[in-house]
Structures are given as C-alpha cells and as structure tokens.
C-alpha cells in the first residue's frame, strides 16, 4: 500500500505553484527552535473497531545539537497527526496513531536507557536516534525485544553490520558520505595538501576515516590528522599546529555545534581553506554558528540524502508546510523523520498487524514512494541505490551544489 501525501503539504505545492552522534557540547549550543508545534489532542480511549499504535521516537532535544533534535521531533509529530487524517486500517480496525518522544540529549547511556523506556512502554516502532553514538548501543536494546527501529540520520555502517534485523536506515552510510566528499576534495576542487580533524565520536571519526581513505586513494596528500571532542570550543592549538602544513583543504568529522565555532578561528587565524565536512555539519545553523566566518563558497557538505526530479517540487512543498505549522525552517533530518514513520505504518497496513513480530517482515520488503524519494532496503537494512546532496553556503544561505548517487 502506499500512502498519500498530506493534504496541507498537497496545498502548499498548489499555491508554490501558482506564484525541503555523540555527546553535545553545551558551551557551543544553538538554541532550540522557540515555536513548537500545537498539542496534539488526546489520543480517544481505543473501542472495539479502533487500535492504538504507539510510535516512539528519540532525539537530542536537549544540549548543543538540540536544534537537529528538535526539527527530527516535528518531523515525527507531522508525520502523526498526518497517519490519524487518514484513518488507516490495520487489520480491518482503524489505527490511532500516538507518538511517544524521548529525549538521549545525544548520551549513549542516556540512549539506552531511554530505549528500554520505549520497550517497557511496549511501542510498535521507533524512529530515531539521530546521533550514531546512541544509535547503535540502543539498537541492540530493540533487536533483543524484537521491535523494528529505524534511525533517519545515523549514518555509521556499524549499525546495519550487527546482524540486527529489525534495524534500517533511510539515509547513506558514511562509507558513501565520506568516500563521495573524499573524492570531490580531490578531483573537483583540486585540493592537494588536506587536513582532517575529528571529534572522537562514532560519528565523527567514522566519516573523518572514510574522506581520508578516498581523499588518500584519488591522489590527494593527509598533511596531518588532528582530534578535538564535541565539548570543545577551543581549537587554536590544533588549528595552528595544521596551519603550518598548509593544507588547501580542512576536513571536520563532528556537528555543527563544534563546526561553526571551528570555523570562527579558522579565519581569525587566515587560514585560507576549503572547510569540508559531512552531514552534521551540513545544516541551516550552521550559518547562525559561524557568522561571517562562513564566508562565500568556502564550505562545501554533504546531507546523506537527496531528492532529484519529480521529488523536488512535492518535499520543497512539504517544507513550507512544515514552517508555516511549525514557525521554523527544516533544519535537514525532518523530511527522513516523516518517512520513516509512515514506513512504519505501511508496513503494518501491508501486515494487517501493529504487532512488531508479525510487520517487521513487511519493513524489510519496503518498496515506498516517499518525500525524500524511493526507498527500498538491502539485505542488512540500508537503503538501496541512497543519494548524497552536495552543499555551499552563499550569502549565509545553504545552496546546492548536487546530487550524487
């Protein structure tokens, strides 16, 4: 079955038309966004012809990377209130669909206790987390108690090589997400002499290691290789220390909470650079973190997704929606938020069961049209044939550059 778009995302596009990993560092906070979406009304009390379905999502909705957390919780609540429009049938009783939020603040022992928390309160599903630091140790929590999980934005390969088989993901791997800007640092923006600094996490060094290993096979020269931590907020002594092996492009494995404020001593030490980095960093904060320091095409990033073609137009839709419901702009993971909830309730729809022993089958047979484009999983739960979305910052704004497959 496949499910409909929304219809206030379907009139967004028609006026559109007529005229989309780790502990946080709370020094470098961005503030969380201030217009939260309206309460849902009270789940109504299930009769005989209605089923509850309890889907549990985990963010960071607390610390330094609240922002993304917070933008991942919106996505889920539209998502929601969307499937209830529709008064889905599982089973042949209408679904009431119920959205248990838990915040890991991005801690891994915060992580899995929260996901115990959702196991004990017997959810049907889980979206999240967002860091891969949470992810996977959480993962296992799940796959032990059976209930299909999938993260729209944890991108380190471990989580889908654990042999788990209720885990999926709806984005690009950091093979891919590092490999593809590995390579680009090279063959496309020619640089020779490159720098690369991590921030330790599962995230962070797993994406840093794969940009070097391309960078290192398309020919470029690692001048040096430097380790900071997501708490930090004073990087000159790495910074200096790199400056002096001139590189023409820095590479920064982290968030954009330690990003921005990386960027902001790179220029108060002249460091004429390319500053790459993958998806974390890739967000619209990251303007608001840098300020001027971001300078004029001087970042270049990747988003472990992308949409081409007839996708465009329907999610460019979905995020005026999106602002004009929540006050605030998407931030990047929403989009893959929404999907992954109503991959979910496909899948039951598909199984006429919320019960996950009997749907998480029908997760893994996922063939579905959604706003981030067409997504299927391979035998360990990536996504098949995932695309890159390629980034510059111009006039403080996020600006494409492509789509990469």
């Not at 299930?46 to 960071?60: F, L, S």
């Not at 891969?132 to 989580?159: E, F, L, R, V, W």
């Not at 590092?178 to 496309?188: I, S």
């Not at 997760?363 to 299927?376: D, E, F, Q, R, S």
Request: hydrophobic residues 40%.
């Amino acid at each position: 079955m496949q499910l409909k778009w929304t219809a206030v995302a379907l009139a967004a596009f028609a006026l559109a038309a007529c005229g989309q990993k780790e502990e946080p560092a709370a020094p470098a906070a961005a503030p969380a966004p201030t217009a939260a979406a309206p309460a849902a009304a009270p789940a109504p009390a299930p009769t005989g012809d209605t089923i509850e379905v309890k889907i549990g999502h985990v963010a960071p909705t607390s610390g330094a990377i609240a922002h993304l957390g917070k933008d991942n919780e919106l996505g889920a609540q539209m998502a929601i209130e969307d499937l209830n429009s529709k008064n889905l049938k599982i089973g042949g009783k209408t679904a009431h669909f119920v959205l248990q939020a838990e915040d890991d603040a991005g801690d891994p022992k915060q992580g899995t206790a929260v996901a115990q928390k959702l196991v004990d309160s017997k959810v049907n599903g889980v979206v999240g987390h967002l860091n891969s630091g949470t992810t996977i140790p959480a993962s296992k929590i799940y796959s032990d108690a059976g209930i299909p999980q999938i993260s729209p934005s944890a991108t380190n390969p471990k989580y889908t090589r654990q042999g788990f088989k209720t885990a999926f993901r709806v984005v690009a791997d950091d093979t891919q997400l590092g490999g593809t800007l590995g390579k680009y640092a090279v063959e496309t923006l020619k640089g020779k002499n490159i720098a690369v600094i991590d921030d330790r996490t599962a995230y962070g060094q797993g994406v840093a290691e794969e940009f070097e290993k391309a960078a290192k096979a398309a020919g470029g020269t690692i001048v040096g290789h430097e380790f900071t931590t997501d708490k930090s907020t004073d990087f000159n002594a790495i910074l200096t220390k790199l400056k002096g092996q001139n590189p023409d492009i820095l590479f920064f494995g982290g968030m954009d909470a330690v990003g921005g404020p990386m960027l902001k001593q790179v220029k108060q030490l002249g460091m004429n650079v390319k500053f790459m980095g993958g998806d974390g960093l890739c967000t619209a904060e990251l303007a608001n973190l840098a300020g001027d320091a971001i300078g004029e095409d001087m970042v270049v990033c990747a988003e472990a997704g992308g949409v081409e073609g007839d996708f465009k137009a329907p999610l460019e839709a979905w995020k005026a929606a999106f602002k004009q419901k929540n006050g605030v702009e998407v931030q990047i993971y929403a989009p893959y938020v929404y999907d992954s909830v109503e991959i979910l309730a496909d899948s039951m729809v598909r199984a006429g069961s919320s019960d996950p022993a009997v749907y998480l089958p029908e997760v893994a047979k996922t063939n579905y049209k959604g706003l981030t484009g067409p997504i299927a999983f391979d035998e360990k739960g990536d996504i098949k044939n995932g695309a890159l979305t390629l980034y510059t910052y111009k006039g403080g704004q996020r600006t494409q550059l492509a789509v990469v497959r």
